[in-house]
């Protein structure tokens, strides 16, 4: 059966959708267009892209997490030096590792920009904070800066949607260097973007499937702040939940896959192989039990 498939931001605990995405294989259920912010973004240009979930286990699996975190020879010898620069580049690591990573993995399927895409088959959420806007790539490129979105690399909205506030270094231009614009991580602004398959009161094209990496909208966790990181990190975190969960709570919540993953961090790229597979198998059990009471 075809469904739309929406996947949320989570950092690296998105790893748990592969699991997740093999239930779904096993049961018959394939993605004919597919939505994601962050971590998700990720997962659905390589859904989007073709590859099996079988590829993208091994590539996940292959791959070392830490290499995204990429510094400066000079930081690597004197550490503190990534926390002055920090307040001029906006970010401790660059993001573009990670851009050159997608980047290779959609070359391997001759996609380079949306337009290598069929219409409407990927959309990924960023946010413009010079504008205060959400971004929908490849929507809102016209819209917003007068560029055609079809021609936007692919990649490069992946990283601008992934780009967690001051972890990575955000995307400052999008058009030219005449046009200074901070494009960071969708999920300050939606974190689960399912709105974008929703039509008012008209019934959707196909059955939505939604991988989302919590528990539930209304248990979100209590957060013990000490101290100005804790506080930023509980700033955060309440952005990027408070209005899908407000939204979404009321609407589609039948439609949500929930895997809980509350004891990883979303940005331990020192995951062992082990906490990889572990991942995996969290989102395998809740896909097994959540398929097994959708109505579509």
């Known amino acids: 059966m075809k469904v739309d498939g929406v996947f949320s931001g989570g950092g690296v605990k998105a790893i748990a959708f592969i699991g997740a995405l093999e239930v779904a294989d096993e049961k018959g259920f394939t993605f004919e267009s597919v939505a994601g912010t962050s971590a998700g973004a990720i997962l659905a240009t390589l859904i989007a892209a073709?590859?099996?979930?079988?590829?993208?286990?091994?590539?996940?699996?292959?791959?070392n997490l830490k290499s995204f975190m990429q510094e400066s020879t000079l930081e690597k010898i004197f550490p503190f030096l990534k926390w002055l620069?920090?307040?001029?580049?906006?970010?401790l690591y660059k993001g573009d590792a990670l851009e050159k990573w997608i980047q290779e993995k959609l070359s391997a399927k001759g996609i380079y920009t949306f337009q290598d895409l069929p219409p409407g088959d990927l959309r990924i959420i960023g946010s413009d904070l010079s504008l205060g806007?959400?971004?929908?790539?490849?929507?809102?490129?016209?819209?917003?800066?007068?560029?055609?979105?079809?021609?936007?690399?692919?990649?490069?909205?992946?990283?601008?949607?992934a780009s967690i506030p001051f972890f990575f270094i955000p995307v400052k231009r999008i058009r030219d260097k005449r046009h200074?614009?901070?494009?960071?991580?969708?999920?300050?602004?939606?974190?689960?973007?399912?709105?974008?398959?929703?039509?008012?009161?008209?019934?959707?094209?196909?059955?939505i499937l939604g991988m989302k990496?919590?528990?539930?909208?209304?248990?979100?966790?209590?957060?013990?702040?000490?101290?100005?990181?804790?506080m930023f990190q509980a700033l955060f975190s309440t952005m990027i939940h408070a209005h899908d969960a407000r939204y979404i709570s009321k609407s589609v919540t039948a439609n949500v896959m929930f895997i809980p993953t509350k004891d990883i961090d979303a940005t331990d790229f020192s995951l062992s192989d082990e906490e990889k597979y572990r991942l995996m198998e969290l989102g395998r059990k809740s896909a097994i039990k959540y398929l097994k009471t959708w109505t579509y």
């Open 133 to 161: 806007r959400m971004v929908v790539f490849p929507d809102d490129l016209e819209r917003l800066y007068g560029i055609d979105g079809l021609s936007f690399p692919v990649a490069r909205a992946v990283r601008i949607s």
């Open 85 to 91: 620069l920090i307040y001029h580049r906006l970010g």
């Open 50 to 63: 073709g590859y099996k979930t079988s590829e993208i286990k091994e590539s996940f699996m292959e791959l």
């Open 180 to 207: 200074k614009n901070i494009l960071v991580d969708g999920g300050l602004l939606s974190n689960f973007p399912i709105w974008l398959f929703q039509t008012g009161t008209t019934k959707p094209k196909r059955p």
């Open 213 to 230: 990496l919590s528990s539930s909208f209304d248990q979100l966790p209590r957060r013990n702040i000490k101290n100005a990181i804790s």
